[in-house]
């Protein structure tokens, strides 16, 4: 349960990033929600769409992490990897539709990350691309 929760908010990020975000700019400019949003966007990134994907990713990295560190506990983490897989409803074809999936997963946050580079118009460090 806590892990469909966490992929939930993931998921719930994603659409933030790549559709709500600039929805919720441009129509509730100057509420109390439009201050609190840009102070939160600059303290953690810094009003940057890539940089705010990199923050999803790492807290991808986070979740490998504590998965590696439950294990190494003696955590049972089999129930759990058991009930994600039983979303797939046939047995014979579990395997190929979780690596499709995650081969999907990849290639879509890929096109984000190009499409996000594509809006950036000066290297970190300042000066002409």
Same mark, same amino acid.
């Given at each position: 349960?806590?892990?469909?929760?966490?992929?939930? &908010?993931? %998921?719930?990020? @994603?659409?933030?990033? &790549?559709?709500?975000?600039?929805? %919720?700019? *441009?129509?509730?400019?100057?509420?109390?929600?439009?201050? @609190?949003?840009?102070?939160?966007?600059?303290? =953690? @990134?810094?009003?940057?769409?890539?940089?705010?994907?990199?923050?999803?990713?790492?807290?991808?990295?986070?979740? /490998?992490?504590?998965?590696? /560190?439950?294990?190494?506990?003696?955590?049972?983490?089999?129930?759990?990897?058991?009930?994600?897989?039983? %979303?797939?409803?046939?047995?014979?074809?579990?395997?190929?539709?979780?690596? &499709?999936?995650?081969?999907?997963? *990849?290639?879509?946050?890929?096109?984000?990350?190009? @499409? =996000?580079?594509?809006?950036?118009?000066?290297?970190?460090?300042?000066?002409? /691309?």
């Amino acid at each position: 349960m806590i892990l469909m929760v966490v992929i939930a &908010l993931i %998921l719930l990020l @994603w659409f933030y990033i &790549l559709f709500a975000r600039e929805w %919720l700019d *441009s129509h509730l400019q100057g509420t109390a929600y439009a201050n @609190w949003h840009e102070q939160v966007e600059d303290k =953690l @990134w810094e009003k940057s769409r890539t940089i705010l994907v990199g923050r999803a990713y790492q807290i991808g990295g986070v979740i /490998v992490a504590l998965n590696a /560190v439950a294990v190494q506990a003696g955590f049972d983490v089999t129930p759990i990897l058991t009930e994600i897989a039983n %979303l797939v409803p046939s047995e014979k074809y579990r395997g190929l539709i979780l690596a &499709l999936i995650v081969a999907a997963w *990849s290639m879509l946050t890929g096109y984000a990350i190009v @499409w =996000l580079r594509k809006g950036t118009t000066t290297p970190v460090g300042g000066g002409d /691309v």
